[in-house]
């Protein structure tokens, strides 16, 4: 992109221009796009944790009916207990 840019000719370059601008505007597209999907909390694409949090108290719940609180490697705040 940059050697297009660099080698228009001084006359005649409408078609370099445009492919120009638009080669620009897809790759700024491309990136404003990664950007928004690399962050799906927040952004354009604003996705709830629901799932994630369903499907942490579904593991939770299940955990639980098999194993006593006592039995559990970490204490409410996540620091391990001693064994």
């Known amino acids: 992109m940059v050697a297009l840019g660099v ?3 001084r006359r005649n370059n409408r078609g370099q221009i445009v ?3 638009v080669i620009t505007a897809l790759l700024t597209t491309t990136l404003c ?3 928004d999907v690399d962050r799906p ?3 354009i694409i ?3 944790p629901t799932a994630i949090a369903e499907t942490e108290r579904q ?7 098999h194993h006593t609180a006592a039995e559990l490697p970490c204490d409410s705040k996540g620091n391990r207990r001693a064994a």
């Open 7 to 9: 080698c228009l000719p």
């Open 46 to 48: 604003d996705v709830q």
């Open 59 to 65: 593991a939770n719940r299940d955990f639980l009916a």
């Open 41 to 43: 909390f927040s952004g």
């Open 33 to 35: 796009i990664i950007r």
């Open 19 to 21: 492919t120009l601008i």
